[in-house]
């Protein structure tokens, strides 16, 4: 696994790259001061563990998520999106940042704060004169108290108590006690931010909404307890992999414990496919019946078109494929997530975009609408100008990473590039081990090519090109 010293020397080269952020700071002002009258308000949903085919507008027949559909539908929908660390603390770091793992630091699930010298995209909105809050579940280090907030209301954990959740209030940067509730986690949650919502103000804001659910122990709603019930769950096709063998998989694989059926964070591991993903499905329900409100309330009180929505999640999630539950590792399940943009000033309803978009792209996207200078030295490109049409010049590879190990779920560390075709995975500690899938011919990746005659010239290629996105992002090589 890379080493903390690794980290610093990114954190350094991001700092000399980028300008100062008291310049970015000064010129957000500027910028405040000339488009006071056009920016909009900014709502921003991120879903838990939410992949990009649970949604009915992704073509799921159980799961109906009518309200995620609305942003998609009539706004923009980026169906090939992803994540660059599937993993919930290093995921939202990225969302916050726009920069990667080994640029934040935070690797882990650990406590690995951002770093203070780094902007996160609310900090400059904030200073731009938008309000800012941040509402559910933060899990970034200190849940990101640190940070200077209009309200705030969360929790800093995998998760909390589903019927009694725990969450700490705060006010102008001032923070309660933590106090406990009574009611489904996501519901107080969304009762509390309309709360902070419905009040009255003169600056735009800017809210994240953060859910919960659907993550472990996947508790339901009382509402939806007998939800699904005779509904039949389709096995995935690749359920059964693992008593076959895995003659083309490598033991990194094979070996990592998130398996349905294996108990290794507790008692409430899933105990088969039929459990997992229907109270995955019934969280997930609840999510979209609480984006509703939010949606229902800013078009009552005729804020809906004067608000940019986003809707994504912080990694994708196994439902079953190789028996695998939880997400870390690279392959389609884990990385993809949904992604979708609603501003009508802006964007042309029904747009639907297939270029390969990133977590890392959501602050820069955000801040290009408010009209504030993104930073120099961010990793993520502003999706706007691809949103409202084409952008010749957009990415046609990227670079994924993973470092949490030795740690929950034994998946080993492992790095990869993912191009609009192809993809190769590098698991980093000896004995090394690779997977290389065409994803054109094979969408399940279920036949590794790697090592296999024919493949050298593309196996080397690819392995070049990690060496240069590291280099081109900072990483120590």
């Known amino acids: 696994m890379e080493n903390s010293r690794d980290v610093e020397t990114s954190r350094r080269r991001f700092l000399q790259a980028g300008t100062s952020v008291a310049g970015a700071l000064t010129s957000s002002l500027k910028a405040a001061q000339t488009t006071s009258n056009r920016r909009p308000n900014i709502i921003m949903f991120l879903g838990e563990g939410q992949r990009a085919d649970a949604l009915s507008l992704a073509g799921n027949s159980i799961l109906q998520t009518p309200n995620h559909d609305r942003i998609g539908r009539e706004g923009v929908y980026f169906r090939n999106a992803f994540v660059t660390n599937a993993l919930c603390a290093p995921a939202r770091a990225v969302t916050m940042t726009g920069l990667y793992s080994h640029t934040t630091g935070a690797l882990g699930n650990k406590n690995h704060p951002i770093p203070k010298s780094m ?4 900090d400059l909105l904030r200073d731009a004169g938008y309000e800012i809050a941040l509402c559910g579940k933060a899990h970034i280090g200190n849940g990101l108290t640190d940070r200077y907030w209009d309200y705030y209301f969360g929790f800093n954990a995998p998760a909390t108590d589903y019927y009694r959740p725990k969450f700490i209030e705060g006010r102008q940067g001032q923070y309660e006690a933590v106090k406990e509730h009574r009611g489904y986690c996501d519901d107080v ?9 419905k009040q009255p103000r003169e600056k735009p804001f800017c809210l994240l909404v953060w859910f919960q659910a659907p993550h472990a122990p996947f508790y339901r709603a009382r509402r939806h307890l007998d939800l699904y019930n005779g509904v039949p769950i389709p096995k995935p096709a690749t359920f059964d992999d693992d008593l076959k063998g895995y003659p ?4 990194a694989f094979a070996d990592a414990d998130n398996k349905i059926g294996t108990i290794v964070m507790g008692n409430d591991d899933p105990r088969c496919v039929e459990e997992l993903v229907k109270d995955y499905y019934a969280g997930l329900v609840d999510v979209d019946e609480n984006m509703g409100r939010f949606l229902d309330y800013l078009a009552q009180s005729r804020q809906l078109d004067d608000t940019a929505v986003m809707q994504t999640s912080d990694h ?10 939880d997400k870390r590792l690279m392959h389609e399940p884990s990385i993809r997530v949904p992604m979708m943009l609603r501003y009508p000033k802006l964007f042309k309803a029904g747009t639907v975009v297939d270029q390969m978009v990133l977590n890392l792209d959501i602050a820069p996207t955000l801040l290009e609408l408010a009209g504030v ?9 502003s999706m706007v100008k691809l949103a409202k049409g084409s952008d010749p010049s957009w990415r046609k590879d990227w670079l994924y990473e993973y470092f949490e190990y030795p740690g929950s779920q034994n998946v080993r560390p492992h790095r990869g590039v993912r191009t609009e075709r192809y993809k190769l995975i590098h698991y980093t500690l000896p004995p090394e081990e690779f997977e290389l899938y065409d994803l054109n011919n094979d969408p399940g990746e279920t036949n590794n090519l790697y090592g296999m005659p024919g493949h050298a010239d593309l196996t080397r290629s690819l392995s070049e090109r990690i060496v240069e996105l590291r280099r081109e992002t900072g990483e120590a090589v």
């Open 316 to 325: 994708g999630f196994f439902l079953g494929e190789w028996r695998m539950y």
């Open 373 to 381: 200078p993104i930073p120099a030295g961010t990793q993520g490109r």
């Open 248 to 251: 083309g998989k490598p033991r």
């Open 189 to 197: 949650m969304t009762d509390h931010a309309l709360s902070w919502l």
């Open 119 to 122: 902007p996160v995209f609310t």
